[in-house]
């Protein structure tokens, strides 16, 4: 009788230690996974910032290799908390405009809530320079690695074996060129410099929803613009009413359009005024803002994004819009617009390029808005549901292996 009450008394006891094993250990566990998380965002706040070799083009890509890696937050101390807002910028190569368009940053108000990310696909010691210039704000460098100027002479620059743009398919065989078997749907074989803005685009939508350390877990909205747009001064506490707007009253918005093509013009009557739209290209390509739940929508159309035969992102986002995306995408827009475009030269037009009038304009339009901006309340006028909006496709992107290596960018990040 004696040994039964042991027996019992013993496997009593075994069991409340084997449940406090458990407990210690999963406790333990939870916070060493606290603790990876925490040495994560600190790595991403404290990393050393990568020494920049332009010497070649092989050091060049160490560089950028190594950047993107370490991926060092400018400005990390003195504005430790997490962003409000993030704002990336496409950079090429065209200092004038980025210069305008860090200078309006700095006039931004709420500034210091915001992380500003330079995506670049040209690299040069001015323009680093430039942003490394930045004080106002957290920032950080992302680079494209595919950039043509890394590639000079072998895809996904342009190969010297390449077939000229304007050659018949027909000579292209004969001539034996690399992709004639692939021109687009006009006859027309790709130009490097075309199809690079294209491959960039989808290459940063990647990279800062998937791989930018500091933003595992923020759930809010990154605008994109360009390094040739200049954003306004109540453009951070603008977004934020946007972005609540749409949480509030408009459920089923896609995309946050927080500028347009417009200019300044009625900008006091529609400052404070917001409508609801399917989005198109020529129209809500600028400062567009787009959340984590649309980047996962827009990743399930990878290959329809990365196979689509236009050379332009806007483009092929629009055609997605309705087809591989079933319901068309329906954007919440200012008709304030809160981002101007200043650029007056770009991908097609490199000629008379007149910064110093562009800045010119852009103050003189600002000195008449100054008064509107900072609305107390924003409306909204909801149009309902909206519609797929098919185009007439572009071309320049026939060639199988810019729809390879676009495709591959999830897995080769």
């Given amino acids: 009788m004696r040994f039964r009450l042991l027996k019992k008394n013993f496997i009593a006891f075994l069991v409340i230690v084997i449940v406090f094993v458990m407990l210690f250990y999963s406790i333990r566990r939870t916070k060493d996974e606290a603790n990876v998380e925490v040495t994560e965002k600190e790595t991403s706040q404290t990393a050393v910032m990568v020494k920049f070799d332009y010497g070649t083009i092989e050091n060049m890509r160490k560089s ?104 018949s398919k027909e000579d292209a065989i004969k001539k034996g060129c690399l992709n004639a078997e692939h021109p687009d749907s006009y006859g027309h074989y ?50 934020k009413s946007m972005a609540e707007l749409r949480k509030t009253k408009c459920g089923d918005c896609d995309v946050l359009a927080i500028g347009n093509h417009n200019g300044l013009s009625g900008f006091h009557e529609l400052s404070s005024k917001t409508e609801t739209a399917g989005w198109l290209s020529t129209k809500h390509n600028i400062g567009m803002g787009i959340s984590r739940e649309l980047y996962y929508k827009l990743m399930g159309c990878n290959n329809a994004f990365c196979t689509y035969d236009d050379y332009n992102w806007d483009w092929t986002l629009q055609n997605l819009s309705g087809t591989c995306i079933s319901k068309p995408l329906k954007a919440l827009v200012a008709l304030g617009s809160r981002v101007l475009h200043t650029g007056d030269c770009g991908l097609h037009q490199k000629e008379d390029c007149r910064p110093e009038k562009a800045q010119e304009r852009v103050d003189a339009a600002l000195r008449e808005a100054k008064s509107a901006l900072f609305p107390p309340a924003l409306t909204l006028t909801d149009h309902g549901p909206v519609e797929h909006q098919p185009h007439m496709k572009n071309g320049g992107w026939g060639d199988v292996r810019d729809h390879t290596l676009c495709i591959n960018y999830a897995d080769r990040l």
């Fill in 64 to 167: 950028i290799y190594d950047s993107n890696y370490r991926q060092f937050i400018q400005n990390g101390d003195k504005f430790p908390l997490d962003p409000e807002v993030v704002v990336v910028v496409q950079v090429h190569n065209r200092p004038a405009y980025l210069k305008m368009l860090i200078q309006s940053l700095e006039k931004v108000t709420g500034i210091q809530n915001t992380l500003v990310i330079f995506s670049h696909d040209f690299f040069s010691g001015e323009i680093s320079d430039m942003v490394k210039g930045i004080t106002f704000c957290r920032v950080l460098q992302i680079y494209f690695p595919y950039s043509t100027q890394l590639y000079p002479n072998e895809f996904p620059g342009q190969d010297p074996q390449d077939c000229p743009r304007d050659i």
């Fill in 190 to 239: 790709r130009e490097a410099s075309i199809t690079q803005t294209k491959h960039h685009w989808w290459w940063k939508l990647h990279f800062v929803f998937e791989r930018v350390k500091i933003l595992r877990g923020y759930n809010g909205y990154v605008v994109f613009i360009e390094e040739d747009n200049y954003l306004l001064p109540d453009f951070h506490e603008y977004f």
